[in-house]
Structure formats: C-alpha cells, structure tokens
C-alpha cells in the first residue's frame, strides 16, 4: 500500500546518530523510519488461498485414476472467493504437483481473478514434462514423494515425478491498475497436462495430479 502515494525501489541507510538516544532530534531520522517502513510495506504478500489435495495411499491401485485430471483442456483445481484491496500489484500461486507425460508433452497453469464487476485478468504458465517416465522411475521420485518404493507402486504418484510451477498475474503496472480493486474477487486456478499432435491440430490428455496450492498477493516497489 502507497501510505504516502509513492513507490519506493530501496530502503534507505539511517546513521547511528540518528537514533542514538543521546542524538538530538533530527527531522531526517523521523523521514527515514517513515520512508523505510512504506518500502517495508510495499514488499510485503499476504495469503489468500490454499488447497490441499488428500494422500490416497491407504486406497487400493484401481481407485487412483480418480485422485488424476486426464484431460486435454483446462480443468478447476482450485478456486476461492476473498477481498482484495486496492494498490496490491501482482497476484500469484505455487502449485506442487506430479505429472506423466508417455509422448513428451507440457503441464499448464492458469491463475485468473475475476472482481465483482466481472473484470477479468488471466495468466497462463506451460512447463515442459520428460518423456517416457512410466516404466522406470528414478529413486530420487520415491524420496521426493517421501513414501518408501513399496508403497509408492501401489500409487500412480510413482509413475509421475513431483514438480513445482509458479504463476503471477500482473494487477497494476506504472501505477497504473490493470483491474479494478478494493473489492470481493473469484480467484481460480486451473490445470492440466497434455501433448499436442501438431499433424492433428489436438491436444492428447496426459496424466496431472495436485497435491498443494498456494496463492497470495503482493505489492512491489516499482
């Protein structure tokens, strides 16, 4: 928040002598505690929005095609409704993740806010998955997954290495606010892994499995 109506990039350095309980007041020392507390402030996030997806170990292997998006659209995997004040700069989300791609394909995010208004603002952030992972999964996935071997292969999560993506949408820029705030807004977040056949123009659904989204919101210094 712009306490003072400006955006400051760094904070700055306060003399010893300026504070010093000896030191004479000094209207310099009060200046740069106010400037270097609204830079504070502007760097800070707070958090919004959480989902977190259930471990399905304990189920047996034919039930865990249900805990997996097979899709080769966008699909809903997280969505919530909260106030957003005004001067907040960007929107973003963590997402924790496992995926399987037989052909070599991409996993996409899209982190998108809606405000009462129905003003919309969407970003989209594609990462690219190895290929051939299904049959032979390195050690390092099991460890990761945090589950010994044995259990692991009673879950699909050993056929899909564990990844982490990240996506930000941009709320205001140059001071400038891209959508309208200091209202009730729709946060969603939508997921999906899949290969595209170029010689068919269409996407082939892969394997997606979330397992933790965090979404929060910042206000940068410019």
């Not at 249900?66 to 909260?82: D, L, P």
């Not at 891209?178 to 170029?198: D, M, P, V």
């Amino acid at each position: 928040m712009s306490f003072d109506g400006n955006k400051y990039r760094a904070a700055d350095y306060t003399l010893p002598t300026y504070y010093h309980p000896g030191a004479a007041f000094q209207s310099q020392a009060v200046a740069n505690c106010l400037k270097n507390s609204y830079f504070a402030a502007q760097q800070n996030s707070r958090l919004i929005l959480q989902a977190v997806f259930p471990n399905t170990l304990s189920l047996i292997y034919s039930t865990q095609g249900q805990y997996s998006v097979t899709a080769s659209a966008m699909v809903e995997i997280c969505k919530g409704y909260v106030f957003i004040p005004q001067k907040v700069t960007h929107l973003c989300a963590s997402i924790n993740y496992a995926a399987m791609s037989k052909e070599g394909g991409q996993v996409a995010h899209k982190l998108k806010i809606t405000n009462a208004s129905t003003e919309t603002l969407d970003e989209r952030k594609n990462d690219f998955l190895p290929s051939g992972t299904a049959t032979a999964p390195p050690a390092s996935t099991y460890s990761a997954l945090g589950f010994p071997p044995g259990l692991a292969n009673q879950n699909l999560a050993d056929f899909q290495p564990m990844g982490t993506s990240s996506v930000e949408v941009e709320l205001e820029k140059s001071g400038v606010a891209a959508i309208t705030l200091g209202q009730l807004c729709t946060i969603e977040l939508k997921a999906f892994a899949y290969f595209y056949r170029s010689y068919l123009g269409t996407n082939a659904a892969q394997y997606y499995r979330p397992f933790f989204v965090s979404v929060w919101t910042e206000t940068r210094a410019e």
